[in-house]
């Protein structure tokens, strides 16, 4: 697990959606006691899981829960400066990986707003559950790769915008809502289950797992050994 440098979080729509939905959003409020900084959004993020989902009932209730998050201040709405950031790294990220001469949109209006508000912020602790964005950070190789088998065809990668992005995303730490949840139960946030708390944060990383949380079973796994029965 990465180590929490710094002390706010810049927040992507994946990961508030997983923890929201497996009913941990009160961990906003716990890890907003235990450190000064803020869970920070960008208007499109509050968007896509609280805006939009709003006005579909199957997914009302994550949504509701999160604006109450938002308007009691765990997580602050933090809106960009300007559109400018953004649009240069979705345009860069989208012309990174190339199928058959045509190039891959790897990255949607929320995750380069994210990622923007990061490098505007200065904050250098993103939180995203969404694979493809965090592996073209941090192992774009693995990525290509990854996308080659997918699709079945070769993948060329442009090298000038690759280096581009790695130059903007330089320096950031990515966590998972996984290891969030973990930074919580070292601070104490199932204590109060008292002897069954490893039995608890053990039951939640897979609940997580099975929200949307991009982590391995194996992971879950290295994490409870590593982290929780050791």
């Not at 950070?137 to 442009?158: A, F, G, N, Q, Y």
Request: hydrophobic share 40%; net charge negative; aromatic share 8%.
């Amino acid at each position: 697990m990465p180590k929490l440098s710094g002390q706010s979080l810049v927040c992507d729509s994946s990961s508030l959606i997983s923890i929201t939905d497996s009913c941990f959003v009160h961990v906003f409020y716990f890890l907003k006691r235990k450190f000064k900084g803020s869970f920070l959004i960008p208007d499109s993020v509050e968007y896509e899981c609280v805006e939009r989902p709003m006005q579909m009932k199957m997914h009302a209730l994550h949504a509701i829960r999160l604006k109450r998050a938002i308007l009691d201040g765990a997580i602050t709405l933090s809106p960009l400066s300007s559109s400018r950031e953004s649009n240069e790294i979705k345009w860069i990220a989208n012309n990174i990986f190339y199928a058959s001469g045509t190039p891959l949109r790897l990255l949607h209006d929320g995750e380069a707003d994210m990622l923007a508000l990061a490098v505007e912020t200065g904050v250098s602790n993103v939180l995203i559950d969404e694979r493809t964005t965090r592996m073209l950070c941090e192992d774009p190789e693995s990525l290509r790769k990854h996308l080659e088998d997918e699709l079945s065809r070769p993948i060329t990668v442009d090298e000038k915008n690759l280096s581009a992005f790695s130059r903007l995303t330089k320096g950031m730490r990515f966590f998972r809502s996984s290891e969030l949840l973990l930074l919580a139960y070292e601070k104490g946030y199932f204590r109060e289950y008292g002897e069954l708390e490893q039995d608890a944060i053990e039951a939640s990383l897979y609940r997580l797992k099975y929200a949307g949380c991009a982590v391995g079973m194996g992971e879950v796994e290295d994490y409870v050994e590593d982290h929780i029965r050791n």
